[in-house]
């Protein structure tokens, strides 16, 4: 039995790019068994990304999350996802009246985006550079079959917007207008690029609703301190201002360390099951 302050613990959920995955983007052995292991013990592990849920199916699948929880968070919160049928079973997506004011202000900027939408399996880029790079072979699609040149008289319900500016200056400018558009949440994903997504779409909130889901299909009983979360970058505050125990990885920014519980060990160095580790010693 997994406990913290005496809670016990019945879900995991983890973020992916910088926590649960290595910079090379690999899941690493120890990791993907200590998970494992707390499955067959009857712990629920799920996993929460910025990423549409078809980006990350392979670390779903090598965590055998289909098998066990089944349900995912996908796209910023945009997406409570069953891996298990592929389909959606919560979504809160950006509709088009608010997409044409962002997509004003990105063109506007000369700002290269990507744009996923609603029941689309492509992804659509506006900038030939960004075009080129998504049309290579074994570029990274999100989840998407192929890429597609953006048309901007072919807007439709979208999960996501992924932007990126070449210039710092120019998009720290946008980022400013952007974020006083009172129905979109925008994400910093770093000092050159954010997610866009709708504005009642977080991490934290879609965690909410995993919760109910858990609990009224699975019959599993789970509080919010029964959940430990795993993550480190500023599209992870939504979880950490709600969870008791979320924990940010070493390399976290400041703001992130500041509302951890606790922090754990670098990515790299397999620091989920470090953690995990010796939580189950300290039991």
Do not use: W
Not at 116 to 126: I, P, T, V
Not at 134 to 154: N, Y
């Amino acid at each position: 039995m997994l406990k913290i302050n005496g809670k016990q613990i019945k879900l995991i959920v983890t973020d992916v790019d910088g926590t649960l995955i290595t910079d090379n983007q690999e899941l690493p052995a120890l990791v993907q068994n200590k998970l494992l292991a707390l499955q067959e013990k009857g712990i629920a592990v799920s996993i929460a990304s910025g990423r549409m849920p078809l980006g990350f199916d392979n670390y779903t699948r090598e965590l055998k999350i289909k098998d066990y929880c089944q349900y995912v968070v996908g796209a910023n919160g945009a997406l409570v996802y069953d891996a298990k049928n592929n389909e959606p079973v919560y979504s809160n997506l950006i509709p088009i009246s608010d997409l044409v004011v962002v997509i004003e202000i990105l063109l506007k900027y000369q700002c290269d985006f990507t744009i996923s939408y609603q029941d689309d399996n492509n992804l659509y880029c506006a900038g030939e550079k960004l075009l080129e790079i998504k049309s290579k072979p074994c570029a990274f699609l999100d989840g998407m079959k192929q890429a597609k040149p953006f048309c901007r008289d072919d807007i439709r319900i979208a999960n996501k917007i992924v932007a990126k500016h070449s210039s710092n200056m120019m998009f720290q400018e946008m980022y400013t207008v952007l974020k006083q558009v009172s129905n979109i949440n925008v994400e910093p994903l770093s000092d050159y690029g954010c997610d866009i997504v709708h504005v009642n779409s977080n991490k934290g909130q879609a965690i909410l609703h995993l919760i109910d889901i858990l609990n009224q299909r699975q019959g599993r009983e789970i509080k919010l301190e029964n959940v430990l979360y795993f993550g480190d970058n500023y599209n992870d505050r939504s979880v950490f201002e709600i969870l008791p125990y979320a924990i940010a990885m070493e390399h976290s920014p400041t703001t992130i360390l500041d509302l951890a519980y606790d922090i754990a060990s670098s990515n790299n160095a397999a620091g989920i099951y470090h953690y995990l580790n010796s939580l189950e010693k300290n039991n």
